[in-house]
């Protein structure tokens, strides 16, 4: 008996890349999963549902259940309907995973208002559009014992900056703050929410330099099947104590992301005193810059290398 036996997930973006796999491991693990898509090209153009029809007959043709689906997550509406379809079909929803996604990358300078909205509309509404209609049916279902689960998808781009990606790095970190906020909001409801920040070769990383990416040139684990394994515990019961977090995946890694906190401060006492206050923020900021500054360099050129190293665990950041 697989480990989500009985359990309900509805996944976005699961035509194609990482929303497929976790899909398909969803379903093999027991899950009726709702196999939602637009089904558009990587600048959003062009919707089809076929990618979506697909994933399900296969997850079908495998013994699984699956229900196919081609909801636009920018339609607020479409998305309550969606939500509303998943319960109808098979009577409850205990899993959402948001993993719905374009790209239009420019650097800030070229950027057009409309590339950024497009990213902004399908990353970061349409992560609020699925979460806040599912989050409305647990809310009504009074079950703080639910295992309910909203698992977002969140970027290193926007956790590191990718400089030519302001659109979608903003949009990310945006998923981030949300996916904190409904942490705090709907434990009571039963409900965990996490993000998850992937690496893995789909079409949307097929732009990036070889020697670029993450897991760097010649690592031959950046599947997107990788990235179901942690989505699949996120979205089991087993789960429970995990809430408010970021993940990261990449090949054979998973790591966990230290949450922001304040790691120094200085107090200035009353009085306006400029340069007293400049010199207290060089005193104690610039050497804690400078030390994460290299040890994040440090980190990447790990990373570059990384690819291919056994299975264990460590305290290392990714
Ligand atoms: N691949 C990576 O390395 C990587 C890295 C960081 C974050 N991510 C994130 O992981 C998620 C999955 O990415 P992927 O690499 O599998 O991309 P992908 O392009 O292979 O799949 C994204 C899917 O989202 C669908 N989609 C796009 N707009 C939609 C809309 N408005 N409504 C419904 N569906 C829509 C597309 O049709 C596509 O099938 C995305 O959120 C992405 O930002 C991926």
């Not at 090209?41 to 699984?64: C, K, T």
């Not at 998943?86 to 208002?113: C, K, P, Q, W």
Request: aromatic letters at 6%; charged letters at 20%; glycine letters at 12%.
């Amino acid at each position: 008996m697989g480990i989500l036996e009985g359990r309900v997930a509805l996944v976005t973006g699961a035509g194609r890349g990482i929303g497929a796999a976790v899909a398909r491991l969803l379903a093999a693990e027991g899950a009726a999963v709702v196999v939602s898509d637009l089904g558009v090209a990587l600048d959003g153009s062009g919707p089809s549902d076929q990618p979506a029809q697909q994933v399900a007959e296969e997850i079908r043709r495998a013994g699984g259940e699956a229900l196919p689906d081609a909801t636009d997550v920018v339609d607020f509406g479409a998305c309550a309907a969606l939500v509303e379809r998943a319960v109808e079909a098979y009577g409850h929803l205990d899993v959402v995973v948001t993993a719905a996604g374009i790209l239009r990358d420019r650097m800030l300078f070229n950027l057009s208002e409309a590339d950024w909205d497009a990213v902004v509309a399908v990353h970061l509404k349409g992560t609020f559009n699925v979460a806040r209609h599912a989050a409305v049916w647990w809310r009504a279902q009074r079950n703080p014992e639910g295992h309910y689960r909203l698992v977002t998808f969140t970027s290193g781009s926007g956790l590191h900056g990718a400089p030519g990606q302001p659109n979608y790095a903003a949009a990310k970190m945006g998923i981030v703050g949300f996916t904190f906020s409904c942490a705090n909001a709907l434990g009571r409801y039963g409900v965990t929410a996490n993000a998850v920040a992937p690496a893995a070769a789909t079409r949307m990383t097929e732009s990036i330099p070889a020697e670029r990416r993450r897991g760097g040139p010649g690592a031959d684990d950046r599947s997107p099947e990788r990235i179901a394994p942690l989505v699949c515990y996120l979205a089991s019961t087993r789960s429970d104590w995990l809430t408010g977090q970021v993940l990261s995946a990449r090949g054979t890694q998973i790591g966990l992301y230290a949450v922001p906190q304040v790691t120094r401060q200085v107090t200035w006492a009353g009085e306006l005193d400029l340069e007293g206050i400049f010199s207290a923020l060089e005193r104690s900021f610039r050497p804690a810059v400078a030390g994460a500054q290299a040890s994040r360099a440090a980190e990447l050129a790990a990373q570059a290398g990384a690819a291919g190293q056994p299975v264990g665990t460590s305290d290392a950041k990714e």
